[in-house]
């Protein structure tokens, strides 16, 4: 840098990111075509086309309702944000766990008692603090791009609003607030539930921030209130594991009495919450059983919490962030969705995880002075006066424990190759598991489905993601060959994989670039009814209402750490899919409903297994276009005979 130069200098962090751009219009709508055909009938998809092609023709409806949403992006910064925000969160009436909050494992903890937990969780806020601090200075490193495009600036955003939001339940639709922007100062509390009952916990004592010795004294002041106070407290909690429409009502009962406003809002305003969890009751890390099993019961604990008679009530869901914390060393997180992705909570665990292994001494360095006179931890008081209120627990523990019964999930490492495999191969990771994905639902259902895969939008201001779609005809024409519904050589099988690969690809960077279809038929869709036009036919159209079911959710949430993310399927007949390419193994968190007779996470997992291997043994045998097996029968891309011959 030159001498006088310095200041001088403009820090490119600081410029505002390029706006989320609209996609031509043509390009998304050819794109749709291409997204609903693998799924379709022939005459279902001739009836689409004809319908995606009225909405496109010149001058026509579509590109009237285009121009519109070109002079609508002009004003906002960026144009999908709400009607997103809307559509995928905050517009759902259906309950948030399992569906919509995901879970965070992290790996086991060595302690098995309430000793252990406690030490463990006053570490855990400590270090949450300890991040906390960089994010209200907002000083958090910027991001950039690492591919397609690497150092590119990515928006930080979404990090920023970890602590600082809530999800209030509303009758018609929920709402995202910010307790911070309201006149009210900034909250100093956590909130430590513990046997179904709240505390207050006070983080900031006389501007001093509470040390882990603090903490920790804290947290057993709150165990023993906890223990001796009730025999049966008022399950509260349960009540935010309902139907979004059925806990605001009940929220909008509770609301009468000012005791309970008082309560609600002490949650509503408070930093994260931590949950101090009673054990599943399952023995962990037996030596006889693979550890994938502590696995499935730690992901299980973090999703529901085990039903109503374990810690489903323990919970309060609206929160943005609910650290838990088992007896028996299990520990993790829930998170409600709508303000972040999994990238921001991901970049948190890996700092807490770093700060829980390094060792006393330095922490000691990092840590708050002891406050010698703590304010006890204050239990939050309820007045549930009416029988209504003992009913609508009633039904939401009943439908909290039907939930937590019916989730079928596994937890697997197939360790025989990470995404160092698909690299040698010239290939993307991201786009090779999710091939292998689609030949996995080919081969378990015999046909594809409406797949969907976060892309980040990070590149742009305020962006979250869009939907990446695996299903395709290049995926679909590899799994037949891959499931012995059509035959192919060697060489045609590979050159298939290597087209699916190749179209996978391009539509994923096409997404995060911006280019995605999803967002910009939704956007479509909600400016017409934002003008009160009537619903366009592309909209009415049931290929369009079933190409936004996904029986295949997928995610990449990428972590060096061996810990996890989980989530169940979000529609009944469907699988929850999230996996974590390393570099020598793949960790994948796999869900299903046990009521749905379809569908089955364990024949799921095993037929994964199998088309992994599948794959790179097709990609490792020898090969060339000389060695045709096919015996004149190949057909190929359609055509009999392909091009082997
Ligand atoms: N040959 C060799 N290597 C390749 C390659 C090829 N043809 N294509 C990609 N790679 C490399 C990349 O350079 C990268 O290298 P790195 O490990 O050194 O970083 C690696 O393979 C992974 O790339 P890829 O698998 O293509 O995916 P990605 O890391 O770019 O991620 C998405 C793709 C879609 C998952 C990502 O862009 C994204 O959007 N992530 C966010 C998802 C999200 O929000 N999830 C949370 C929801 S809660």
């Not at 690497?150 to 995202?176: A, H, N």
């Not at 900034?186 to 046997?195: L, Q, S, T, Y």
């Not at 349960?238 to 002490?266: K, P, Q």
């Not at 010698?372 to 003992?390: D, V």
Request: glycine share 6%; proline share 6%; with cysteine.
């Amino acid at each position: 840098m030159q001498a006088g130069t310095s200041g001088n200098v403009p820090d490119e962090t600081q410029k505002p990111l390029p706006k989320l751009p609209v996609p031509p219009l043509n390009a998304t709508l050819e794109k749709y075509l291409q997204i609903l055909k693998p799924i379709l009938s022939v005459e279902q998809y001739e009836n689409s086309r004809k319908i995606v092609e009225e909405f496109g023709r010149a001058g026509g409806e579509g590109e009237r309702l285009q121009q519109k949403l070109l002079e609508y992006a002009e004003t906002k910064r960026n144009w999908v944000y709400d009607w997103w925000l809307d559509d995928m969160y905050l517009r759902n009436p259906l309950p948030l766990p399992i569906s919509s909050n995901p879970g965070m494992v992290f790996p086991k903890q060595p302690f098995h008692d309430q000793a252990g937990q406690l030490k463990f969780a006053a570490r855990l806020i400590s270090g949450i603090l300890d991040y906390k601090v960089v994010i209200d200075a907002r000083a958090l490193p910027v991001d950039r791009a690492r591919s397609r495009k690497p150092g590119q600036l990515l928006c930080m955003e979404q990090y920023y609003r970890l602590f600082s939001t809530y999800r209030v339940p509303g009758i018609t639709k929920d709402s995202l607030v910010s307790p911070g922007c309201s006149l009210m100062p900034e909250p100093e509390h956590i909130i430590v539930i513990c046997r179904n009952q709240f505390f207050v916990l006070d983080v900031i004592v006389n501007f001093k921030r509470l040390s882990e010795e603090n903490l920790l004294t804290q947290l057993k002041r709150i165990v023993t209130i906890a223990m001796q106070d009730e025999e049966d407290p008022p399950p509260v909690g349960i009540l935010t594991t309902d139907g979004r429409h059925e806990w605001a009502a009940s929220r909008a009962r509770l609301m009468e009495d000012s005791t309970n406003r008082d309560s609600l809002d002490m949650i509503e305003r408070c930093i994260f919450m931590v949950c101090l969890d009673q054990s599943l009751g399952f023995p962990m890390t037996d030596i006889d059983k693979p550890i994938d099993q502590d696995d499935v019961h730690m992901a299980h604990q973090m999703l529901h919490g085990g039903g109503s008679d374990k810690n489903a009530a323990n919970r309060w869901y609206d929160k943005t962030m609910q650290f838990i914390v088992s007896d028996d060393g299990a520990a993790g997180l829930v998170y409600e969705h709508s303000p972040s992705e999994g990238v921001a909570v991901v970049q948190l665990i890996e700092h807490l995880l770093k700060y829980l292994d390094s060792d006393t001494r330095k922490r000691k360095l990092l840590r708050a002075q002891s406050i010698c006179e703590l304010p006890y931890p204050r239990k939050l008081r309820w007045k549930l006066l009416s029988q209504q209120f003992y009913d609508d627990c009633e039904i939401a523990k009943q439908k909290i424990d039907l939930l937590a019964e019916d989730l079928d999930l596994q937890i697997t490492r197939f360790t025989d190759y990470g995404k160092n495999f698909p690299k040698s191969q010239n290939m993307s990771p991201d786009a090779y598991i999710q091939l292998a994905l689609q030949v996995v639902y080919y081969r378990m259902h015999g046909h594809l489905t409406h797949t969907y895969e976060s892309a980040s939008l990070r590149r742009f201001q305020h962006g979250r993601v869009d939907n990446i779609r695996s299903a395709s005809m290049q995926a679909l024409w590899f799994a037949e060959t891959m499931s012995g519904k059509r035959y192919a050589t060697v060489h045609e099988k590979k050159q298939l994989m290597r087209a699916a690969i190749d179209h996978q690809t391009e539509y994923m960077v096409q997404t995060i670039l911006g280019y995605g279809v999803d967002c910009h038929l939704l956007g479509l869709r909600e400016l017409a009814k934002e003008l009160k036009w009537p619903t366009p036919a592309i909209f009415a159209d049931v290929a369009y209402r079933d190409s936004n079911l996904f029986p295949l959710s997928t995610s990449q949430v990428l972590t060096r750490l061996d810990c996890f993310m989980c989530y169940g399927p979000v529609v009944p007949n469907g699988y929850g899919a999230a996996y974590n390419p390393h570099e020598d193994y793949i960790l994948f968190a796999i869900t299903a409903l046990r009521s749905n007779p379809e569908t089955s996470s364990l024949v799921f997992r095993e037929t994964l297994n199998t088309v992994l291997l599948d794959m790179q043994e097709l990609l490792l045998s020898p090969s060339t276009n000389g060695d045709c097996e096919c015996n004149g029968h190949a057909e190929i891309n359609g055509k009999e005979n392909g091009e082997c011959h």
